[in-house]
């Protein structure tokens, strides 16, 4: 007789970005040493997913889990000591008592993909061993513009566990990047999430790209706001409402402030302003 999954409920609040309830419901009774240190890691990363780095790197000290000291690696990173945090990261994946470590491998992967060198991330997540991996690597895949690589790795995932988040999760992104009559599909795996856990502004936002890409902005419109009031300065909100926004000849410059302030790295805001600079290099060209 199969023994429970005992972090099953965790790791679905987790996947889905129900991060505060990840963290809220974290204390499970029962858990062996392995499960505890892999509870411990979706706990922290949901910490980081909420910004909250510098917590997570005084809680982890060194003489914790090779697979927390990676999580506290990806805090560093994030916090802006990305030369630091890189130096580590390759010390620790060239030491062969570690470094295939799978909690280390996807923080690589994670963190080679922000710095979007797609190639190095692949060398340390390609071999997958784990759900997490292939769907990474299908997220990396997808970056490289190789849905056919991608269905590669979805097909492993299929054959390992169809019915997981994770796999549900990945099947998604797919179906969005392939389009076309893919994405009622997609629609439909956000609408069984919606149906059976706690509403997310993940979902909400995967509901509203499908809705947009079927040309029903409105409902897009109605799922993103609802996804705002969860969470103001969600990067991915804000970008999806301006793009939503301007399909429906509303201004946006206000959730493009908004975003511009929260995430100025963030892709929409590198893109406009680099269209803004050639404009202007363009007008005075001819000036």
């Given at each position: 007789m199969?023994?429970?999954?005992?972090l099953?409920?965790?790791?679905?609040?987790f996947?889905?970005?129900?991060?505060?309830s990840?963290i809220?419901?974290?204390?499970?009774?029962?858990?062996?040493a392995?499960?505890?240190?892999?509870?411990?890691v979706?706990v922290f990363?949901?910490?980081i997913?909420?910004?909250?780095?510098q917590?997570v790197?005084?809680?982890?000290d060194?003489?914790?889990?090779?697979?927390?000291?990676?999580?506290?690696l990806?805090?560093?990173?994030?916090?802006?000591?990305?030369?630091?945090?890189?130096?580590s990261?390759?010390?620790?994946?060239?030491?062969?008592?570690?470094?295939?470590?799978?909690?280390?491998?996807?923080?690589a992967?994670?963190?080679?993909?922000?710095?979007?060198?797609?190639?190095?991330?692949?060398?340390?997540?390609?071999?997958?061993?784990?759900?997490?991996?292939?769907?990474?690597?299908?997220q990396?895949?997808?970056?490289?513009?190789r849905s056919?690589?991608?269905?590669k790795?979805?097909k492993i995932m299929?054959q390992?566990?169809?019915?997981?988040t994770?796999?549900?999760?990945?099947?998604?992104?797919?179906?969005?990047?392939?389009g076309?009559s893919?994405?009622?599909?997609?629609?439909?795996?956000?609408?069984d999430?919606?149906?059976?856990?706690p509403?997310?502004?993940?979902?909400?936002?995967?509901?509203?790209?499908?809705?947009?890409?079927?040309?029903?902005?409105?409902e897009a419109?109605?799922?993103?706001?609802?996804?705002?009031?969860?969470?103001?300065?969600?990067?991915?909100?804000?970008?999806?409402?301006?793009?939503?926004n301007?399909?429906?000849?509303?201004?946006?410059?206000?959730?493009?402030?908004?975003?511009k302030l929260?995430?100025?790295?963030?892709?929409?805001v590198?893109?406009?302003?680099?269209?803004?600079d050639?404009?202007?290099?363009?007008l005075?060209?001819?000036?």
């Amino acid at each position: 007789m199969a023994t429970p999954d005992l972090l099953f409920n965790l790791r679905n609040l987790f996947y889905l970005g129900a991060y505060q309830s990840a963290i809220n419901n974290s204390d499970v009774p029962g858990l062996d040493a392995d499960a505890a240190a892999e509870r411990d890691v979706i706990v922290f990363r949901s910490y980081i997913a909420l910004g909250s780095y510098q917590l997570v790197i005084s809680e982890i000290d060194s003489s914790a889990a090779t697979s927390l000291q990676a999580v506290k690696l990806l805090a560093l990173y994030l916090t802006g000591d990305k030369e630091g945090a890189i130096s580590s990261l390759k010390e620790w994946l060239s030491d062969s008592a570690i470094g295939s470590n799978p909690v280390l491998r996807l923080v690589a992967g994670i963190i080679f993909m922000h710095e979007q060198d797609y190639n190095e991330a692949l060398k340390h997540t390609h071999t997958g061993g784990t759900l997490d991996l292939h769907a990474l690597n299908v997220q990396i895949f997808l970056k490289m513009h190789r849905s056919d690589y991608a269905d590669k790795q979805l097909k492993i995932m299929q054959q390992t566990d169809e019915d997981h988040t994770l796999t549900q999760l990945a099947n998604a992104w797919l179906d969005i990047a392939v389009g076309g009559s893919k994405i009622r599909e997609a629609y439909l795996i956000f609408q069984d999430f919606a149906e059976k856990y706690p509403m997310t502004g993940m979902v909400l936002n995967g509901k509203a790209v499908c809705c947009m890409h079927m040309g029903s902005f409105e409902e897009a419109e109605t799922l993103l706001l609802e996804a705002l009031n969860k969470d103001a300065k969600d990067p991915e909100t804000l970008a999806n409402l301006i793009v939503c926004n301007l399909h429906l000849g509303k201004a946006s410059s206000r959730y493009f402030n908004q975003l511009k302030l929260s995430h100025p790295d963030h892709v929409l805001v590198k893109s406009t302003a680099s269209a803004e600079d050639n404009f202007e290099r363009a007008l005075q060209a001819v000036a």
